[in-house]
Antibody
């Protein structure tokens, strides 16, 4: 059974960089049909897709976050990572790492439990 | 303001059916064929319920069904059960990115 686990600081200061890592177990990150995704949920609000990466290194980002986001992959460690720079309080959220399928199942198939990141001084 | 508009809340009694709508307000979703739905119980990870508008992953009860008319997709839950009480989100591919609806809180009365 595929499992994903987020890790990283739970508190980040305004204007600094939020960094999270997702460790994938029970399966390989080097799958042609899978995309590795970050999704967040601010307190009391809905889900927001941040971006994704294929093991080949191809990335896509949400237009509203594109200027501040970098997603990378480390195939040797079966991990992928999120960096969000110049954070503000609006970036406070539960961050989920997700396996996103394209074929045959098209959607967000497996989710980590999520990690709360607060932006505060 | 989300690119996908959902009602903030719906409710129904056990055994009844409810339908949650998801209307696209952006042309970025194209033909709106890549719509998926997620069930989210607070404190848990969201669960993948419907994909490609109408398809159900294995393990999802057939009480959950999806449909589409024009630029509005819908999730119908029949035979409501107490455990169906949760937040529901629609999602669509929008060219190079993905968008979620604002979410609908389903209350089972």
């Amino acid at each position: 059974q595929l499992q994903l686990q987020e890790s990283g600081p739970g508190l980040v200061k305004p204007s600094e960089t939020l960094s999270l890592t997702c460790t994938v177990s029970g399966g390989s990150i080097s799958s042609d049909d899978d995309w590795w995704t970050w999704i967040r949920q601010p307190p009391g609000k809905g889900l927001e897709w941040i971006g994704n990466i294929h093991y080949s290194g191809t990335t896509y980002y949400h237009p509203s976050l594109k200027s501040r986001v970098t997603i990378s992959v480390d195939r040797s460690k079966n991990q992928f990572s999120l960096k969000l720079n110049t954070v503000t309080a609006a970036d406070t959220a539960v961050y989920y790492c997700v396996r996103q399928g394209w074929s045959p199942l098209r959607g967000f198939l497996y989710w980590g439990q999520g990690t709360l990141v607060a932006v505060s001084s | 303001q989300s690119d996908l508009t959902q009602p903030r809340s719906v409710s129904g009694s056990p055994g009844q059916s409810v339908t949650i709508s998801c209307s696209a307000t952006t042309s970025d979703v194209g033909a709106f064929n890549y719509v998926s739905w997620y069930q989210h119980h607070p404190g848990q990870a969201p669960k993948f319920m419907i994909y490609d508008v109408t398809k159900r992953p294995s393990g999802v009860p057939d009480r959950f069904s999806g449909s589409k008319s024009g630029n509005t997709a819908s999730l119908t839950i029949s035979g409501l059960q107490a455990d169906d009480e949760a937040d529901y989100y629609c999602c669509s591919h929008a060219g190079s990115y993905w968008v979620f609806g604002g979410g609908t809180k389903l209350t089972v009365l």
